[in-house]
């Protein structure tokens, strides 16, 4: 499987966030197995998450298309309006696979920390289920434990991801960004309103 170019400076670009977030415990060998079949295209790694629920947009002012043809205009809203509809619909059957508590985690385009109750061992590969929101994006990447830190209420646990497609690197390289420029707007926010 693909690992991730490290020359890429954007995925290492990190922020705290809450996400939906499920582990599971993968083999090396079972790993190993899985990484062969999906390079001889017999498997597809992702199963219920092989669909990626965004589609086109639509380029044409609505404006324009209402000037020349209202029935056409009207009649996209409905397409667009059942689309998103059934889009929504697939989320949350997808969301059923994710615990409702959201998990706090630091993450970039190459890993994720998070604490844990329970020691997990360096090297152990993990299949990482994760869900970003509020986009409702949700994707499964494979990592390797890299670090386990003992801290007061448990441990501290870093993976690098051994296996993310681009089309999810990317998203949560959009994720990130959109993260930080929300926190930097509202910390000059509130910068300029206690100076005021």
């Known amino acids: 499987m693909k ?4 020359e890429d400076r954007r995925a290492h670009i990190r922020i705290t966030d809450k996400i939906l977030f499920k582990i599971k415990f993968i083999e090396e060998t079972e790993y190993q197995q899985l990484e062969e079949k999906v390079l001889k295209g017999i ?7 092989s669909l990626q629920w965004e589609l086109p947009k639509i380029d044409v002012p609505a404006r324009k298309l209402r000037e020349k043809d209202e029935n056409l205009a009207k009649a996209l809203e409905v397409i667009d309006t059942k689309l998103n509809l ?6 949350i059957r997808m969301r059923k696979n994710f615990p409702e508590e959201q998990v706090l985690v630091d993450m970039s385009a190459s890993g994720i920390a998070f604490t844990s109750k329970e ?3 360096k090297g152990q590969i993990l299949q990482l289920d994760i869900g970003l929101l509020p986009e409702q ?7 390797r434990v ?3 830190e003992k801290i007061q209420d448990g441990y501290k646990i870093g993976i690098k991801f051994i296996w993310i497609t681009e089309t999810d690197r990317e ?3 959009e994720h990130i960004f959109q ?6 707007r509202l910390r000059r926010e509130k910068k300029e309103s206690e100076s005021s």
């Open 3 to 6: 690992e991730q170019r490290p």
């Open 43 to 49: 498997e597809q790694p992702f199963e219920e998450f």
């Open 86 to 91: 059934i889009i929504n619909l697939l989320n």
């Open 119 to 121: 020691e997990i061992k």
């Open 137 to 143: 994006y949700f994707f499964r990447c494979f990592g």
């Open 146 to 148: 890299v670090r386990t």
């Open 171 to 173: 998203r949560l390289i």
């Open 179 to 184: 993260k930080q420029v929300l926190q930097l």
